[in-house]
């Protein structure tokens, strides 16, 4: 089928596009710069200009596709308001394109977070999270699911704090930039709390597998460790960059901390059931020994 795919030069979009063109699929990609047209025609696909603001454009991809795969999101996590914005950015652009396959039976893949339950591992069947600083992005998820009323296969990809490749990426990423800033390579609190984890080249299979299987109004995990202690990930950190690990403020997390101080574990258990989904890359703490000082 023909693919139109928003957020696909990012490091999960790029993995999920040549996932897509692997087998057998066409694609067309949002691209925002002449760089990032540049790159997704290197890669085979074909480049359909303009952002994730330009409701009008992704309108148009998604009526001329058979299905479409939603990733934007502009990871702006420097402030309280440049994430308000970003979030309502992206729930405008989700109802966009929702709008423009109802009534289709196309399918239509979200991408979301995996949900964090008191006590236990988040299962598929957990709703999404509404509220804390990107609630709103559950909101709008939860929206293109109900569109499966609406004549829209739509499904979600849940998305673990971690998504990496090459040791860059996700949660574990902006710990490794926070730590090159600050000197030393910290986790709030005692470091207990968990984080559930996926490599991008496994994240993508099943984007794909989302794509040509999921039922309308599903979502699914995309967890392949189902939690890191975020002590023994900054401790990988620190030995990588030669800097001491230790306990820091929440606030050193800016407006992200309290996420980063949850304990939020996860399951991929149905999805590997339902899809026949396995991770087969290398997980988060063998990933991260990629970290170059």
Same mark, same amino acid.
């Given at each position: 089928m023909h693919v139109f795919v928003t957020g696909g030069t990012g490091l999960v979009g790029s993995?999920? @596009?040549?996932? /897509? ?63 308000? +914005? ?22 239509? %893949? ?48 849940? /998305? ?7 040791g860059d990426g996700g949660f574990a990423g902006l710990l490794t930039r926070i730590a090159r ?11 207990? +709390?968990?984080?559930?984890? %996926? =490599?991008?080249?496994?994240?993508? @299979? ?17 967890v392949a460790d189902e939690g890191d202690a975020v002590r023994d990930i900054a401790a990988i ?18 407006? /992200? ?11 991929? @258990? =149905? ?13 988060? /703490? ?5 970290? +170059?000082?």
């Amino acid at each position: 089928m023909h693919v139109f795919v928003t957020g696909g030069t990012g490091l999960v979009g790029s993995a999920v @596009v040549a996932e /897509l063109l692997g087998h057998g699929h066409t694609v067309s990609v949002l691209a925002r710069s002449d760089a990032s047209a540049l790159v997704v025609e290197k890669a085979g696909a074909e480049a359909v200009r303009g952002s994730i603001a330009d409701l009008d454009v992704l309108r148009a991809g998604a009526e001329r596709a058979d299905g479409v795969i939603h990733l934007a999101f502009s990871n702006d996590f420097s402030s309280a308001e440049a994430v308000a +914005q970003s979030v309502a950015e992206e729930s405008a652009a989700i109802a966009a394109l929702g709008e423009a396959l109802v009534g289709t039976d196309r399918p239509f %893949v979200t991408v979301s977070g995996t949900p964090w339950v008191s006590g236990r591992l988040s299962t598929e069947a957990d709703p999404a999270p509404t509220d804390g600083p990107v609630g709103g992005r559950g909101r709008a998820v939860t929206a293109a699911l109900e569109l499966a009323s609406r004549g829209v296969r739509s499904s979600a990809v849940r /998305l673990p704090r971690t998504v990496h490749n090459e040791g860059d990426g996700g949660f574990a990423g902006l710990l490794t930039r926070i730590a090159r800033q600050t000197g030393v390579s910290g986790y709030p609190g005692d470091g207990a +709390q968990r984080w559930p984890a %996926v =490599h991008a080249l496994d994240a993508a @299979v099943l984007f794909r597998l989302a794509l040509e299987q999921a039922p309308a109004g599903t979502a699914w995990h995309a967890v392949a460790d189902e939690g890191d202690a975020v002590r023994d990930i900054a401790a990988i950190i620190g030995r990588r960059l030669g800097l001491p690990v230790e306990s820091v403020a929440e606030e050193t997390f800016g407006p /992200l901390g309290p996420i980063f101080a949850a304990d939020q574990p996860s399951s991929s @258990v =149905h999805t590997r059931e339902a899809l026949g989904w396995e991770p087969k890359h290398p997980s988060l /703490l063998e990933d991260l020994e990629n970290i +170059q000082a």
